[in-house]
C-alpha cells in the first residue's frame, strides 16, 4: 500500500496507554529515573507491553551519538555516564517481578568501550537482583571494536541482539554512520563465540522483495537464530518518509521465507520491533538448568 499524507491503514491501530499494570511500570521507570525505548523511541507498542507489565530499559543515557534517519531517539552530545544506571535498572527489574529482561541503549561512541562494560554490569546486577531472569541485550555495533564485543559477551546475556535494520542499498540513507559488513561480522563473531543471537530489519523505507531476502540470506549466514521483521513508522517530519505501508500477508510471506532459511524464530508483521513479544521466544535452557 503506497503512502497517502496523514493516512495509515486500519493494522496499524495499536493499543492506547492505561490501566493499573501500565501506570506500575510507568511508576518504576519515572521513580528510578529511568529511560525506556518505549518512550524515548516512540514505540507504537508502548500501550501493549506496559499493560502487560514489561518494557526495555535503555541505558548509557537519553542522547545518542549518531544520528539515523528512522529513530526518533535524541541525538547530540550525551551527559557524564550514570555508573548508578545498572543497579536502578537491577532494582526496577525487582520492583516489577521480570523473568525477562531487555536491555538496550544509544550509541556512546565517544566512550573507549562505547559503554560495553556497563551492559556488563547492568547483567551482573539484575542476576544478581532477580535469579533467574533471564537477559536479552540489544547492544550497538561498538564501531567493530571486538574488545567491546567480547566484554558483553562475557557477562553471559541469554540473547544477543543487534539490528541490522535495513538493506544494505539504504545504508548511507538509513544508518549513515553504521556500516551493512560491521553489522554482520558483529552477528557472526557473537554466534561463533556461541551466544544466542537475534537481528531486526525494517520494511516501507525503499527496499524491494528481492533486496529483503538476500538480506535475510546474509543474517542467516552469520548464525543468528531469531529475527524481527516490522513496518518503519516515521517519527517526525524530520525522519525519512514512508515508502509504503507492508499489508500484513507480505509480511507473513517473509516469515515463511526467513524460517526455510533456517531462523529458529521469526517474529513479522507491521508492529513487530526488536523487542516486540521478546519474552515469547527466548532460546532453550542449558540441559543442567532445564532438568
Same mark, same amino acid.
Given at each position: %500500500?503506497? $503512502?497517502?499524507?496523514?493516512?495509515?491503514?486500519?493494522?496499524?491501530?495499536?493499543?492506547? &496507554?492505561?490501566?493499573?499494570?501500565?501506570?506500575?511500570?510507568?511508576?518504576?521507570?519515572? =521513580?528510578?529515573?529511568?529511560?525506556?525505548?518505549?518512550? @524515548? +523511541? +516512540?514505540?507504537?507498542?508502548?500501550?501493549?507491553?506496559?499493560?502487560? =507489565?514489561?518494557?526495555?530499559? %535503555?541505558?548509557?543515557?537519553?542522547?545518542?551519538?549518531? @544520528?539515523?534517519?528512522?529513530?526518533? $531517539?535524541?541525538?547530540?552530545?550525551?551527559?557524564? *555516564?550514570?555508573?548508578?544506571?545498572?543497579?536502578?535498572?537491577?532494582?526496577?527489574?525487582?520492583? %516489577?517481578? *521480570?523473568?525477562?529482561?531487555?536491555?538496550?541503549?544509544?550509541?556512546?561512541?565517544?566512550?573507549?568501550?562505547?559503554?560495553?562494560?556497563?551492559?556488563?554490569?547492568?547483567?551482573?546486577?539484575?542476576?544478581? !537482583?532477580?535469579?533467574?531472569?533471564?537477559?536479552?541485550? *540489544?547492544?550497538?555495533?561498538?564501531?567493530?571494536?571486538? +574488545?567491546?564485543?567480547?566484554?558483553?559477551?562475557?557477562?553471559? &546475556?541469554?540473547?544477543?541482539?543487534?539490528?541490522?535494520?535495513?538493506?544494505?542499498?539504504?545504508?548511507? *540513507?538509513?544508518?549513515?554512520?553504521?556500516?551493512?559488513?560491521?553489522?554482520?561480522?558483529?552477528?557472526?563473531?557473537? @554466534?561463533?563465540?556461541?551466544?544466542?543471537?537475534?537481528?531486526?530489519? %525494517?520494511?516501507?523505507?525503499?527496499?524491494?522483495?528481492?533486496? $529483503?531476502?538476500?538480506?535475510?540470506?546474509?543474517?542467516? +549466514?552469520?548464525?543468528?537464530?531469531?529475527?524481527?521483521?516490522?513496518?518503519?513508522?516515521?517519527? @517526525?517530519?524530520?525522519?525519512?518518509?514512508?515508502?509504503?505501508?507492508?499489508?500484513?500477508?507480505?509480511?507473513?510471506?517473509?516469515?515463511?521465507?526467513?524460517?526455510?532459511?533456517?531462523?529458529?524464530?521469526?517474529?513479522?508483521?507491521?508492529?513487530?520491533?526488536? !523487542?516486540?513479544?521478546?519474552?515469547?521466544?527466548?532460546?532453550?535452557?542449558?540441559?543442567?538448568?532445564?532438568?
Amino acid at each position: %500500500m503506497r $503512502v497517502t499524507t496523514g493516512t495509515r491503514p486500519p493494522w496499524l491501530r495499536v493499543t492506547a &496507554p492505561g490501566g493499573e499494570v501500565f501506570q506500575e511500570v510507568d511508576r518504576a521507570v519515572a =521513580g528510578l529515573d529511568l529511560h525506556t525505548v518505549c518512550q @524515548s +523511541a +516512540a514505540c507504537p507498542n508502548q500501550g501493549e507491553c506496559w499493560g502487560r =507489565g514489561t518494557a526495555t530499559f %535503555m541505558i548509557l543515557g537519553n542522547v545518542c551519538t549518531r @544520528s539515523c534517519g528512522f529513530c526518533a $531517539v535524541k541525538t547530540g552530545r550525551p551527559e557524564e *555516564l550514570d555508573l548508578d544506571e545498572p543497579r536502578r535498572v537491577a532494582e526496577a527489574v525487582r520492583r %516489577m517481578d *521480570l523473568e525477562y529482561a531487555v536491555i538496550t541503549s544509544v550509541n556512546r561512541d565517544e566512550l573507549v568501550d562505547g559503554g560495553a562494560a556497563i551492559f556488563a554490569d547492568t547483567i551482573d546486577r539484575i542476576r544478581s !537482583s532477580r535469579p533467574g531472569c533471564r537477559v536479552e541485550v *540489544l547492544i550497538p555495533d561498538f564501531q567493530g571494536d571486538p +574488545a567491546a564485543l567480547q566484554t558483553i559477551l562475557d557477562a553471559g &546475556p541469554d540473547v544477543l541482539n543487534h539490528n541490522t535494520e535495513t538493506v544494505p542499498r539504504l545504508y548511507s *540513507l538509513v544508518r549513515p554512520q553504521a556500516r551493512y559488513t560491521r553489522t554482520l561480522d558483529l552477528l557472526r563473531r557473537a @554466534s561463533r563465540a556461541g551466544a544466542w543471537t537475534k537481528s531486526g530489519i %525494517m520494511l516501507g523505507l525503499g527496499e524491494v522483495r528481492q533486496e $529483503v531476502l538476500s538480506t535475510l540470506q546474509d543474517i542467516a +549466514a552469520t548464525g543468528c537464530r531469531i529475527i524481527t521483521i516490522g513496518q518503519y513508522l516515521r517519527p @517526525s517530519t524530520r525522519h525519512i518518509p514512508i515508502d509504503r505501508y507492508v499489508r500484513p500477508e507480505e509480511f507473513q510471506d517473509y516469515r515463511r521465507a526467513a524460517l526455510a532459511m533456517g531462523f529458529d524464530h521469526c517474529e513479522s508483521g507491521p508492529l513487530v520491533r526488536s !523487542s516486540y513479544r521478546a519474552e515469547s521466544h527466548p532460546p532453550p535452557l542449558p540441559a543442567a538448568s532445564a532438568r
